[in-house]
Structures are given as structure tokens and as C-alpha cells.
């Protein structure tokens, strides 16, 4: 199967190719981007890993859904396209960047600056349809999503996992906590950030970890 998405990704979850839940993923996907509006562009469905190689993750930001709104998911977790209105939760993750860090809100909600350093921004669906969250659930994404954090999980050591919401919990359970660090808050959701999203210092504790083991920090 001619799977576009880069190359070290692609010989890393070579063994999910020829699965049959890939096969019929591809099939729903096609089928999708032929008779309806998905997002984020069919260019762009493996962007998070075509933006970090596998060698070069350092830190992985896990989300649930690409943003279902018009011009706003470019295939980055959390991340909208230049120009696009921020949305709340990434407001508020820039809220929690300044209070953390001191560092004053983008004006932009394009992340691709974290992605080149080494921030994987991984949604664990990578598509749906317009103006329909969720669409795209239980279609073979998450197995797919799953095994990629897997072998980073198993492959690699001294990684972070920063993990927002009771979902991203669940999904990055198997985690190895010895080998990598683990952190877990509420989601940046309006709904739920004041429950311990904020105040958590998530950019920091990932730098403090990565620079405790030889690392370059991240510039947020």
C-alpha cells in the first residue's frame, strides 16, 4: 500500500500497512474525502509525523480530534492555520504558557514551530467531517494512532508524553513511566481548565525533564 507519510514513520509503523483494519481505514477515508468535506486537507492527514520525524520527537502532545470548522485543522494537534481565529483551548494553553513561562501569547495559532523541535502533535483521529465532531471515531484511527505511540513508547527513552484529559489518559495508559516522563492535567477545554489545567506548568516540567537528561529544552 502507497502510504504518503515520512519515511521514518513509514518503515516505523510498516507492520500496520497491510493490517485490515488499515485497509478498510483507507477505504473509509477515500470514500469521505470523495463525497463530503473533511478536514484537515487529504495533504495533510499525516502532517504530525511528515512535521517530526521519529528520530527527532522529543515531546508528544496528545489530542482527540482535528477542529471540524472551516480553514482551522492543518493536522497538528491543537494547531490552526495562520490567520485562522484561535480557539479557546489553545487560548488557553497560551494562557498557561505565559503564566508558566512568562512567555506572551502567539498571535498565532499555527504550532508548527513546536513541531520542528521535536513536538509530535498527535491527534488520535486524524480526520472528519466538516462541521461534525467525532465523525471519524471508530473507524481504525485509533489503532493506528495507538501503535505509533507505541513504538515511540517502546522504541525510545527519555521522551514526554504530555497528556490533557481523561481521553489522552486513557489512550497513553501502557506508557513505561520509569523510561519516560508522564504528564497528566485536565484538557485546555473551557469546560475544564480551571478543574487543574491551569497552574499545572506543563512547558516547564517538560523542559526541566529534557535538559535533566541531556537535552536541549523546547522554545515555547
Known sequence: MNVRIEDSWKEALA???DKDYFKKLTDF?????GSATVYPPASKIFAAFDSCPFGDVRVVILGQDPYHGFGQ???LSFSVNPGVEIPRSLQNIYKELQTDLGINPPVSGDLSRWARQGVLLLNATLTVRAASAGSHQGHGWEEFTDAAI???AEDREGLVFILWGAYA???????????HCVIESPHPSPLSASRGFFGSRPFSRANDY???HGQK???W
Open 15 to 17: 507492520s500496520e500497512w
Open 29 to 33: 477515508v477515500r470514500s469521505e474525502y
Open 73 to 75: 485543522a492543518n493536522g
Open 150 to 152: 507505541r513504538r515511540l
Open 169 to 179: 489518559q486513557r489512550k497513553g495508559a501502557f506508557i513505561n513511566r520509569m523510561r
Open 210 to 212: 529534557l535538559v535533566k
Open 217 to 219: 529544552p523546547i522554545e
